[in-house]
């Protein structure tokens, strides 16, 4: 293990002391949404709510309800919308990114608690960024939607005092050789056995949440891949670790992501692969812009910067991820090559990108024959090819999950978009008068 692995940047981190933490229970409004301070642990995953309708805002317009994949938002006495369970939820977070009236709020954040790990010089807190936030970060400080800032948040995640700056998209390249492997085996196996086709993506907490709870019969065709980050957190704490030479007792795992969701996949009792908590606080896009503005750093007047190594090198394919049809995509290059021993002429298999719905297509793998694919945005639409496969309908190799519409990038954890919370004052005025309507009925 070489000197420059172990020694820490020499970039000068903040200094937090004069940042107030807030306590548990605060609830504090980040980047336009109401979030709840209060980092859970395993044992509280049962009965927990990440989000809530709060229904002194709510004005009953349905947008939320319309928005949810399950059914897990429905309508009360008085009009109002409310989870009436959390086992029914899928944390996406569309109803919160759809409510043109700022009512849906998080009822999860680790922010404080990620400021205290920051301040104790005993702590190693490591951070593990999704592809997705590079892309709307920016936003958050005035930029052009879509701007890439993946340089700036290495650099802001080292002044806010990050020790190491880990990237997902190192793991996000191993979910591509190790999904692309077991396609392979699958599909020259003729999906015999207890690998069943098609296969399908397993990266998303949404997906997999909605498999395991409405579709468990199909649970033998979800890939055996952990999502990125669930593989990143137990490497930081074992080979990191290793390389670094620090305590794995002594790491804390930040994961950095555009999603909701992923807090629910943090908390899952079997993300302990490393001997203790491979994620031990996961926050999204908003709550980092939060951060950054409390901490009082300058962010676009920062210097691009790279990764730490080790477990911060990555491919242009893992960038992928981040968009709906991109780990199909990737898994594909892998796995056309090594089923048809040829490199492809170009990398680039855009035909099975997709916006939204369903994608079916057809690539051509030479000493094999089509190998047949979807690529599936948004749960409703992804129930329909759950549906065929229960059937025994499909005739399809692999299939591509993301919950959110788009994929990642659209994700619940991403900055607001303005044009919906500046809902037409015509929408706000219908949805007060049935309010009004509803209360009067039910007197």
């Given at each position: 293990?070489?000197?420059?692995?172990k020694?820490?940047?020499?970039?000068?981190s903040m200094?937090?002391?004069?940042?107030?933490?807030?306590?548990?229970?605060?609830?504090?409004?980040?980047?336009?949404?109401?979030?709840?301070?209060?980092?859970?642990?395993?044992?509280?995953?049962?009965?927990?709510?990440?989000?809530?309708?709060d229904?002194?805002l709510?004005?009953?317009?349905?947008?939320?309800?319309?928005?949810?994949?399950?059914?897990?938002?429905?309508?009360?006495?008085?009009?109002?919308r409310?989870?009436?369970?959390?086992?029914a939820c899928?944390n996406?977070?569309?109803?919160?990114?759809h409510c043109?009236?700022?009512?849906v709020?998080?009822?999860?954040s680790?922010?404080?608690?990620?400021?205290?790990?920051?301040?104790?010089?005993d702590?190693?807190?490591?951070?593990?960024?999704a592809?997705?936030?590079?892309?709307?970060?920016?936003?958050?400080?005035g930029?052009?939607?879509?701007?890439?800032?993946?340089?700036?948040?290495h650099?802001?995640?080292?002044?806010l005092?990050?020790?190491?700056?880990?990237?997902?998209?190192?793991?996000?390249?191993?979910?591509?050789m190790?999904?692309?492997?077991?396609?392979?085996?699958?599909?020259t196996?003729?999906?015999?056995?207890?690998?069943?086709?098609?296969?399908?993506?397993?990266?998303?907490?949404?997906?997999?949440?909605?498999?395991?709870?409405?579709?468990?019969d199909l649970?033998p065709?979800?890939?055996?891949?952990?999502?990125?980050v669930?593989?990143?957190?137990?490497?930081?704490?074992?080979y990191?670790?290793?390389?670094?030479g620090?305590?794995?007792?002594?790491?804390?795992?930040?994961?950095?992501?555009?999603?909701?969701?992923?807090?629910?996949?943090?908390?899952?009792?079997?993300?302990?692969?490393?001997?203790?908590?491979?994620?031990d606080?996961t926050?999204n896009?908003?709550?980092l812009a939060?951060?950054?503005?409390k901490?009082?750093?300058?962010?676009?007047?920062?210097?691009d910067?790279?990764?730490?190594?080790?477990?911060?090198m990555?491919?242009?394919?893992?960038?992928?991820?981040g968009?709906?049809?991109?780990?199909?995509?990737?898994?594909?290059?892998?796995?056309?090559e090594?089923?048809?021993?040829?490199?492809?002429?170009?990398?680039?298999?855009?035909a099975?990108?997709?916006?939204?719905g369903?994608?079916?297509?057809e690539?051509?793998?030479?000493?094999?024959?089509?190998?047949?694919?979807?690529v599936?945005?948004?749960?409703?639409?992804a129930?329909?090819?759950?549906?065929?496969?229960?059937?025994?309908?499909?005739?399809?190799?692999?299939?591509?999950?993301?919950?959110c519409?788009?994929?990642?990038?659209n994700?619940?954890?991403q900055?607001?978009?303005?044009?919906?919370?500046?809902?037409?004052?015509?929408?706000?005025?219908?949805?007060?008068?049935?309010?009004?309507?509803?209360?009067?009925k039910?007197?």
């Amino acid at each position: 293990m070489s000197e420059a692995i172990k020694k820490k940047s020499a970039i000068q981190s903040m200094d937090l002391s004069g940042v107030q933490v807030d306590a548990s229970g605060a609830v504090r409004k980040m980047e336009g949404v109401k979030n709840t301070i209060f980092a859970p642990g395993v044992n509280d995953l049962g009965n927990l709510y990440f989000l809530e309708v709060d229904h002194t805002l709510c004005q009953g317009c349905g947008e939320c309800a319309h928005h949810c994949p399950t059914g897990a938002i429905q309508e009360t006495e008085d009009g109002t919308r409310s989870i009436v369970d959390p086992a029914a939820c899928m944390n996406c977070g569309q109803c919160l990114t759809h409510c043109p009236y700022g009512a849906v709020t998080e009822r999860v954040s680790y922010v404080s608690e990620v400021f205290e790990k920051l301040k104790d010089p005993d702590t190693v807190v490591v951070t593990m960024t999704a592809p997705a936030v590079r892309y709307a970060l920016g936003e958050c400080f005035g930029m052009p939607m879509g701007t890439y800032v993946g340089g700036k948040v290495h650099s802001v995640l080292r002044r806010l005092g990050f020790d190491y700056i880990w990237d997902n998209e190192w793991t996000a390249d191993v979910t591509i050789m190790e999904e692309g492997t077991e396609l392979l085996e699958r599909v020259t196996q003729g999906g015999k056995g207890d690998k069943p086709l098609p296969q399908f993506t397993s990266c998303c907490p949404g997906w997999i949440k909605f498999c395991e709870s409405f579709y468990p019969d199909l649970i033998p065709h979800l890939s055996t891949c952990r999502s990125p980050v669930a593989m990143l957190g137990p490497l930081a704490k074992t080979y990191g670790a290793e390389q670094t030479g620090k305590d794995p007792k002594k790491i804390y795992t930040v994961s950095i992501m555009p999603c909701i969701a992923k807090k629910y996949e943090g908390l899952r009792p079997e993300m302990n692969a490393s001997g203790q908590r491979d994620i031990d606080a996961t926050i999204n896009t908003r709550e980092l812009a939060y951060m950054i503005k409390k901490a009082g750093i300058p962010f676009t007047s920062l210097p691009d910067e790279e990764p730490d190594p080790i477990l911060g090198m990555s491919t242009g394919a893992a960038t992928l991820f981040g968009t709906s049809g991109g780990v199909m995509e990737a898994a594909l290059r892998f796995a056309y090559e090594a089923i048809s021993g040829k490199t492809l002429v170009d990398p680039s298999i855009k035909a099975v990108r997709t916006g939204k719905g369903i994608n079916k297509v057809e690539v051509e793998v030479p000493g094999f024959g089509p190998v047949r694919i979807a690529v599936v945005s948004g749960l409703q639409n992804a129930a329909k090819l759950c549906e065929e496969v229960r059937a025994g309908t499909s005739n399809l190799h692999f299939i591509e999950v993301m919950t959110c519409p788009g994929g990642c990038v659209n994700g619940g954890g991403q900055p607001m978009d303005d044009s919906i919370l500046e809902a037409s004052l015509f929408k706000k005025m219908m949805a007060r008068v049935n309010k009004r309507f509803t209360l009067r009925k039910v007197a």
